[in-house]
Each structure stands twice: as structure tokens, then as C-alpha cells.
Antibody
Framework: QLQLQESGPGLGKPSETLSLTCSVS??????????WGWIRQSPGKGLEWIGS???????YYNPSLMSRVTISIDTSKNQFSLKLTSVTAADTAIYYC????????????WGQGTLVTVSS | DIQLTQSPSFLSASLGDRVTIICRAS??????LAWYQQKSGKAPKLLIY???TLQSGVPSRFSGSGSGTEFTLTISSLQPEDFATYYC?????????FGGGTKVEIK
């Protein structure tokens, strides 16, 4: 059964870089036909699609975040990661990793989510 | 970006009621719409994609319809486990965007 699990610091300071990792079990990222992505949810902005990646390294990024976001994949560890630079309080949210049937389609599997708070 | 407007934002209903939630897009999105259910403290769960295709394992009391700019999610007979917040998401235009949600509560 497919499982996704987010991990990373739950607290960061303004201007720092947020780094999260999603560990995948039940599928091999190196051969999976699926894409893997990140979505966040905050009280102020609701659900926001961040981006996705394919095992080949091909990525899609939300233009609103593109200048600050990097999604990478490590098939040897069966993980993919999110880096968000120059964070502000507006980046405080629950971050979910997800599986997508294609680059920017719906998400059919979700991790449980991890709360990241940006505060000085 | 395409804006999705859900109505109502809040809905109070009784067990067994037929419930309809509307999602309107700011421009045509063909049938590239998904619906999710989110319970308190949990991740969203995919219910429907392609506007009307039921995700595997989702009860048949859930159904979706519509194309273009207006879509509906219907629950034919509300069950206790259906009390949650429902979101639509459009996949036609990049980036994908979500509606603001409809919270379904017990009357």
C-alpha cells in the first residue's frame, strides 16, 4: 500500500530556507509512472499547489513561487524534497506531499501533512 | 490563474439528506475538475476526477457532474462519515487551483 510521509523542521525564521522531505513506501520512484508533488494549506490562502517532479527530474512549479522553490528527487532513497527560500510568515502552512498521475493533475495519494511555522 | 468559487461556503444538513455543492470556474475548464473531502486534522482525500469519475473505493452515493464553468458534487444520502469540508480543484489551466471549500455540518 502506498504511503507518503513528510519530514522536516516545524519551525523556521524569516529569510531562512524551508526544507522538507517526503519518504515514499509502496512504490519505487525510479520506475514509477507517476509524478510527485507538494501542496500547502494555510488559513489565509487555502490550498495552494506548489509543484511536482518526475523521476527523470522534470519539474513543474507554480509561477507564484517559482523564484523561491526547488523540488528534487533522490531515487536511491525513494524520497523527494522541497526547498523554499526566503520564507516569510506568509509561508506558514501545512505542507503535504502527494502523488499525481501526471505533471499537474489531481493528487490521488497524500501524506498526512506537516505544519511549518515561520516566526522570528 | 483560474478562480474557483464554491457555494455554499457552509452547509448544514441532516443524515439522509441529498446534498449538492457547486463549483464555478472563472473561465472554461472542460471537464478537468477534481473533488476532495477533508476531515478535521487530516489530509484531503480524492473523491472524483475528470468532473464525474469516481475514485476507486469512494462510495457510490458521491457523484460529480458538469463541464465548462459549472460543476456539482452531490451526496445522495448524507452519512455520518460525510461531515467534512469539500474542495474542488481545476486541472485545465496551469497552475492548478482550488476552490475555497464547503463545510458540511450536522443540522
Amino acid at each position: 500500500q502506498l504511503q507518503l510521509q513528510e519530514s522536516g523542521p516545524g519551525l523556521g525564521k524569516p529569510s531562512e530556507t524551508l526544507s522538507l522531505t517526503c519518504s515514499v513506501s509502496g512504490d519505487s520512484l525510479s520506475s514509477s509512472p507517476y509524478h510527485w508533488g507538494w501542496i500547502r494549506q494555510s488559513p489565509g490562502k487555502g490550498l495552494e499547489w506548489i509543484g511536482s517532479i518526475y523521476y527523470s527530474g522534470n519539474t513543474y512549479y507554480n509561477p507564484s513561487l517559482m523564484s523561491r522553490v526547488t523540488i528534487s528527487i533522490d531515487t536511491s532513497k525513494n524520497q523527494f524534497s522541497l526547498k523554499l527560500t526566503s520564507v516569510t510568515a506568509a509561508d506558514t502552512a501545512i505542507y503535504y506531499c502527494t502523488r499525481l498521475p501526471s505533471g499537474y493533475s489531481y493528487s490521488d495519494y497524500w501524506g498526512q501533512g506537516t505544519l511549518v511555522t515561520v516566526s522570528s | 490563474d483560474i478562480q474557483l468559487t464554491q457555494s455554499p461556503s457552509f452547509l448544514s444538513a441532516s443524515l439522509g439528506d441529498r446534498v449538492t455543492i457547486i463549483c464555478r470556474a472563472s473561465q472554461g475548464i472542460s471537464s478537468y475538475l477534481a473533488w476532495y473531502q477533508q476531515k478535521s486534522g487530516k489530509a484531503p482525500k480524492l473523491l472524483i476526477y475528470g468532473a464525474s469519475t469516481l475514485q476507486s473505493g469512494v462510495p457510490s452515493r458521491f457523484s460529480g457532474s458538469g463541464s465548462g464553468t459549472e460543476f456539482t458534487l452531490t451526496i445522495s444520502s448524507l452519512q455520518p462519515e460525510d461531515f467534512a469540508t469539500y474542495y474542488c480543484q481545476q486541472l485545465n489551466s496551469f497552475p492548478p487551483t482550488f476552490g475555497g471549500g464547503t463545510k458540511v455540518e450536522i443540522k
